[in-house]
């Protein structure tokens, strides 16, 4: 199995590389940005809650959101792989991740860390508000919360990865082309 996590601040480009990534290596997309959102969508109890939470640029709880993965990796017994997409956001779910996959007798293979530095980020943000209307892109000071919730509490997994001998910085600026070949080399370079 090949299992990659996207790693990087928000507006780094996570969600776009992942998605180019998945169809050149046949993984599964697992964002748990995405499934948040969907509960909030579909109004559900759990995505209520968790709308209050986003909308301040605050994280949920670990144990929301290692549930949502745990039934993921469960629900897709066959799969040749995953990519791990704004997951795991603090040590607490780093170590479940290792604990879900090692249960599963596969492991994470690397963490790709796209470096953006914050105005950039501020302005990709800001103009996705425009392109995809997330509440959370839309105001200036919570972007400044995402931002610090990261340096915060996730930042450190670059740590704990690179403490596995897992981790690898990308420059996360320029086409999103020569981005996405950058990951590519990394990643066939562990995986062949
Ligand atoms: P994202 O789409 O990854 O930028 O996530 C949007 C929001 O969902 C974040 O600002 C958090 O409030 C929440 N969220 C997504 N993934 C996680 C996670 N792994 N841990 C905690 N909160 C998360």
New binding site residues.
């Given amino acids: 199995m090949l299992n990659i996590v996207i790693f990087g601040p ?1 507006g780094a480009g ?2 776009t590389q992942a998605k180019k990534l998945v169809d050149k290596f046949n993984l599964i997309h697992l ?4 499934l ?2 969907s509960e909030v969508a579909a109004g559900t109890e759990l995505g209520i809650e ?1 709308k209050k ?2 909308d301040q ?6 144990e929301i ?1 290692i549930g949502m993965i745990s039934n993921k990796l469960d629900s897709n017994p066959d799969a040749e792989g995953f990519i791990f ?6 040590v607490a ?1 780093a170590e479940a991740l290792d604990s879900l996959l090692s249960g599963k007798n596969t492991s994470i293979n690397q963490m790709l860390a796209l470096q953006v530095d914050d105005e950039e980020l501020i302005s990709r943000l800001l103009k996705r508000a425009e392109t995809e209307g997330r509440s ?1 892109d839309a105001d200036e000071s919570i972007i400044r919360n ?1 931002i610090q ?1 990261y340096n915060n509490k996730t930042a450190p997994l670059a740590d704990y990865y690179q403490g596995q001998g897992k981790f690898s910085a990308i420059q996360g600026t320029g086409s999103i082309d020569d981005i996405f070949d950058k990951l590519t080399e990394a990643i066939e370079q562990i995986a062949l």
């Fill in positions: 928000p996570k969600g964002s748990t940005g995405d948040l959102r968790a939470i986003m640029g605050l994280l949920v709880s670990d959101v997409d704004g997951f795991p956001r603090t779910q959370d995402r919730e």
